[in-house]
Each structure stands twice: as C-alpha cells, then as structure tokens.
C-alpha cells in the first residue's frame, strides 16, 4: 500500500429505510472504490442506522468518498474514524473439519489464546467464535489455514465507536 494508500474507516448515521444501504455500496462501486467491510445495523433509534465502512484509499480519493457521503440525502452524519480513538471489533467464525483428537486439544489451547468461545462441537468437527480486531482476525485465519487441511471461514465487518477514554482499536 504505497503512495499513501492507507486502510481508512468511516462511521455513518444514516435513515432506516429501504434502498439505502443499496444506494452507499453503489455509490461505491460506481466510483470504483473498494468496499473492505461495511457492517450495517439499527441504532438506539429504529429510524437510524449505523454503517462501519473500511476501505483502502490515499488521501484525496478519501476525502471525495466523504463529500460524496455527506451529499447523500440519507446521510444523517460522517464521521472519520481513520485518526481517532475508537473501539473496533470484529466477529470471525473457524470451523475446523476432520480433526484428530490432537487437533481438537489443539484448538481448545488456541480457543484460549485468543479468548474465543467454542460454541459448537462433533465427532471430527469444532467451531470457534472470535470477537476481535481485524487484524487479530486475519492472524487466526493464517494460523488455522497453515495448522488444519479443512476449514470454513465467516467474518463479519468491524463495528466501532468512538473511545470514551484515550485507548485505540
């Protein structure tokens, strides 16, 4: 990621209705910026909805994708979330297929590492859940792809807020 390429992270309010979720990724798409993550959901109010979008851009095309958002009827509030301090998590699901018994201890101790909860077990089979950053994230999903021949992989995006103390993602 080079000439000042950067992964950026943007927080939207936006209306709760119909199309417009469509109307930001084609927004997106149309512009050809790539979407890394966009996580969707209602806030404490059920006419608003709170989008966490990720993308990798430099500067300018950063602060065009903003004046574009911002432009959007339906976009209550932009807020940068690429400088501040935030709280970020990610979900990740790992399900790992024909383990021995030895890969099954061997999840549980990395369960343990990574503070994930196994939510699901069978004969040959185990299924991890993550709650972590997306970097941590990316690390498991190298670590498990290098340590069992079969696994299934589901991520959500990231979901952030702004940090009450001082403390980053």
Sequence with gaps: MSNGMKKRWISLYVENQVGVLSKISGL??????NLDSLTVGTTEDPTISRMTIATVSDDET????????NRLVEVIKVIDFTDIFVRMKEIL????KKCTPEDK?????IAETFKAKVIDYGKDSLLLE???TATKNDAVIKLMKEEFQ???????GSVGIESISMMER
């Design 105 to 109: 201890a061997e999840l549980f101790q």
């Design 130 to 132: 993550f709650v972590q």
């Design 28 to 33: 997106f798409s149309g512009k050809s910026y």
């Design 93 to 96: 699901y790992v399900k790992v």
């Design 150 to 156: 079969s696994i299934e992989v589901v991520r959500g």
């Design 62 to 69: 950063f602060e065009q994708i903003k004046k574009q958002l």
